[in-house]
């Protein structure tokens, strides 16, 4: 099967607590199964974030086949998904009322070797 990568960025609320807080929500213990369930239903095959310091850095993979904008306007409907927006939101540099696609931003790919 072939993928796509997607390499997108989000910002957060420089602020220790809040920090902590969200990366404590992340880990494989504490995500909401909820969570993961809908991301693997809608096609998403990867999924990592990386930090540093308030810059959170994405990789997500699907198959070429999917339509990114389809992806994540069925994600926005999955169970509890708007929930989690709301939870995490707060710690994010965003509305918090917004979905996924609406908070992180997809990089551009300018170099390759």
């Not at 939870?87 to 994010?92: L, P």
Request: glycine residues 4%; negative net charge.
């Amino acid at each position: 099967m072939k993928t796509k990568t997607y390499i997108q960025t989000l910002d957060l609320v420089d602020d220790p607590q809040l920090i902590d807080f969200y990366v404590d929500a992340h880990r494989s213990d504490k995500i909401w199964p909820e969570i993961v369930a809908g991301i693997k239903e809608v096609g998403i095959t990867r999924m990592d974030i990386y930090r540093d310091g308030t810059r959170l850095v994405m990789v997500l993979e699907m198959p070429e086949d999917l339509d990114y904008d389809e992806v994540f306007a069925k994600l926005s409907t999955m169970p509890r998904q708007q929930e989690w927006e709301e939870y995490v939101g707060r710690c994010q540099v965003c509305d918090p009322k917004d979905t996924s696609s609406g908070k992180w931003h997809t990089m551009t790919k300018m170099f390759n070797l």
